[in-house]
């Protein structure tokens, strides 16, 4: 990402006021859950249905990577460079949908721009490469946001024009050569698995991250004194992820690439995988709200709670989620030629997005319009 804010400060504002491309499931109703669930409930849900089994599959991709690219340093073949292509947008698809709750330690620790911060310095990227630095661990792992984590990796992995060939890596003849591609790539895997690692760890009860016991025992620790300040900073994340996406800040994830149409500044440039990654951001938000990830069962969810006391207000926030989930559809080109050819469209799905995050938070307190005015209003315990 570029630039976040720590959604706990955002949720204690909220406490404060109040106290003084494109696979969508479009499923607006569920029925598993007819008595209505505590918001302690939610909270154990969301860890268990949503963010565990999330984290843990971008885990499990990360494993694969690495499994392939220590056989690519020993032998570069096109074979495993396709499987790191192949686990690379795997674990971003992960990533991606768990910026819907981006809270915790991939906040607060500096998890999140350490591995996901765009765009790269594509000219220091180079000049490393073609320098005579050792590329290890530790050298990679000093390095500042940019020149390391998922983009350098895509840099390398699909090259300039999504070509990367196996052959570049054993180059000798030209900068920059194939073995200082091998050494910074190799560097980078362990880097990315280890932070990969301690995002996955952070819902793993009793890991030396761990965050899951945090929100299980909201009401009882200094960060969450109530549980419905935990669900709070859930609805802000949401909230925040709409923002960054489909915001009109000149650095928005769509607007600023709309805005200048260069290219170069969007997300996922080098593997062109920018519709995937902004479907996977809100596609996100619905697994939040309804206690699910991929084909896993619901769990005791946002829509039972707001469902039980406010139908029109969870249809509203359903078709909003799938409203902007499927608009997503209706760009046919690559983001970067979208945002040239298909201007429309693009404005379209900004306008969805920032629709859906009028009715998750409309930055207006207590109006009873959003899912964090129904947080502040109806959740007691």
Same mark, same amino acid.
């Given at each position: 990402?570029? *630039?976040? +804010?720590?959604? $706990?400060? #955002?949720? %204690? ?11 969508? /499931? ?14 302690s409930?939610v ?76 765009? *790269?310095? +594509?000219?220091? $990227?180079? #000049?490393? %490469? ?10 990679v792992? /000093? ?48 880097n ?12 793993v ?26 669900l ?18 000149s650095d ?5 690439v ?10 996922s ?34 829509h ?9 207000l ?13 608009a997503?559809?209706?760009a ?50």
């Amino acid at each position: 990402m570029k *630039v976040k +804010q720590t959604t $706990l400060f #955002s949720m %204690l504002i909220l406490l404060s006021i109040t106290a003084c491309h494109k696979a969508a /499931n479009n499923t607006t109703t569920n029925t598993a859950n007819t008595i209505t669930p505590t918001s302690s409930q939610v909270i154990a849900d969301f860890c268990t249905h949503v963010a565990a089994p999330d984290y843990t599959d971008m885990y499990n991709n990360a494993i694969t990577f690495q499994n392939a690219e220590a056989t690519f340093y020993v032998n570069p073949n096109d074979n495993d460079l396709n499987t790191m292509r192949a686990s690379w947008k795997a674990m971003r698809a992960a990533y991606e949908s768990a910026e819907g709750f981006l809270i915790g330690p991939i906040s607060t620790q500096d998890l999140d721009p350490d591995i996901d911060t765009w765009p *790269v310095e +594509q000219n220091e $990227l180079d #000049s490393i %490469l073609n320098g005579s630095t050792p590329l290890d661990v530790t050298y990679v792992s /000093n390095l500042q946001s940019s020149l390391k984590g998922f983009h350098p990796v895509e840099y390398l992995i699909f090259g300039t024009t999504a070509a990367a060939t196996a052959a570049s890596f054993t180059v000798t003849t030209t900068l920059p050569t194939g073995p200082r591609k091998k050494e910074y790539l190799h560097a980078l895997t362990a880097n990315m698995v280890s932070i990969v690692s301690q995002i996955k760890d952070s819902y793993v009860v009793g890991s030396s991250n761990d965050y899951a016991t945090v929100l299980n025992t909201a009401g009882a620790n200094s960060i969450y004194p109530t549980p419905k300040a935990a669900l709070l900073d859930l609805v802000v994340a949401m909230s925040g992820i709409c923002e960054e996406v489909g915001g009109s800040a000149s650095d928005g994830k769509i607007n600023s690439v709309y805005t200048t149409q260069d290219v170069t500044l969007q997300e996922s440039f080098f593997s062109d995988n920018s519709w995937n990654d902004f479907t996977n951001n809100i596609a996100g938000i619905k697994n939040v709200y309804m206690a699910t990830y991929k084909s896993s069962a619901n769990g005791h969810s946002m829509h039972d709670l707001v469902s039980a006391k406010n139908i029109s207000l969870d249809n509203t926030i359903q078709s909003k989620l799938n409203a902007a989930i499927n608009a997503f559809s209706n760009a046919h080109l690559p983001f970067g030629q979208s945002v040239v050819s298909e201007r429309t469209q693009v404005q379209n799905i900004m306008n969805a997005i920032r629709d859906l995050q009028d009715v998750l938070d409309d930055g207006t307190p207590n109006n009873k319009h959003d899912l964090a005015d129904f947080m502040n209003l109806y959740v007691a315990d």
